[in-house]
């Protein structure tokens, strides 16, 4: 099912995708397609990120648009957008309260967890509406966020540079990855960045909405130490979804803010 539904997305999407590093001399052809994929990258930043008018949001994060999006960096310190081919095309806008919220909230994750690192995945287009096979995101006020993976206790990130292909990635309903059950999903981090990313929200007039992660996978996220405080907070988690939706979200977490 996921991987007939998420086919279309993913073969609409360039080609390239990945992170991008290196340097220009005496470099592997790999590693030039990389420097590549920086300086455009760079180059649709600086010609993408917005001016200074202020974001508007119209309609629902499912029947949306958006005015004046603001473009998200590809990275920071301590994040990354997931994929090359989904940013220069255009799926990493969000309204500029958004933009502000992400920022601050990673600059606090890296205070407290200071070699974590965290992904991006798709937002919005610039102007909002459909961003297939989404459906929501249309008004700048949906990000999903990369699930982030331990490995025998410690930070894991082989499966967080495989670009696009993530949406393809399946975890059974304790969080661990179907071909590697070593590998599993950090819940304790989830909730911790979730109560965060509320706290930073509420200081710009704004809260969380919503919550999407698969429904099975709730009981994993209570159980750890932050997410106690997260059951006890007043986040709201989706308590049911249609099987398809349900499917979509056992690799990465949904979250919808609200002015």
Do not use: W
Request: net charge neutral; aromatic share 12%.
């Amino acid at each position: 099912m996921k991987f007939t539904a998420l086919f279309i997305f993913a073969s609409s999407l360039l080609s390239c995708s990945g992170q991008t590093s290196g340097t220009t001399k005496n470099i592997p052809e790999r590693d030039s397609i990389k420097i590549e994929e920086a300086s455009a990258v760079e180059l649709f930043y600086s010609k993408n990120k917005g001016n200074d008018s202020a974001s508007k949001s119209l309609g629902t994060e499912s029947n949306g648009s958006l005015i004046n999006g603001k473009l998200l960096p590809f990275s920071g310190p301590n994040f990354t957008y997931f994929d090359t081919s989904s940013y220069l095309n255009g799926r990493a806008f969000v309204n500029q309260n958004v933009k502000e919220i992400l920022l601050e909230s990673y600059q606090e994750l890296a205070k407290d967890l200071p070699r974590r690192k965290f992904f991006i995945m798709e937002c919005s287009f610039k102007n909002g509406g459909r961003l297939y096979p989404h459906r929501t995101h249309q008004n700048g006020l949906s990000v999903d966020f990369m699930m982030p993976l331990l490995q025998n206790g410690a930070p894991y990130y082989a499966l967080d540079t495989i670009g696009k292909d993530h949406y393809f990635l399946e975890f059974n309903n304790q969080g661990q990855y179907s071909k590697d059950t070593s590998v599993s999903i950090d819940f304790n981090l989830i909730a911790r960045q979730l109560l965060i990313l509320d706290k930073v929200a509420r200081l710009h007039g704004m809260m969380i909405s919503k919550v999407i992660i698969k429904t099975e996978l709730k009981d994993e996220l209570y159980a750890t130490e932050y997410g106690k405080l997260l059951r006890a907070s007043k986040i709201y988690v989706v308590q049911s979804l249609t099987p398809v939706v349900n499917a979509f979200h056992d690799e990465h977490f949904h979250v919808d803010f609200l002015f």
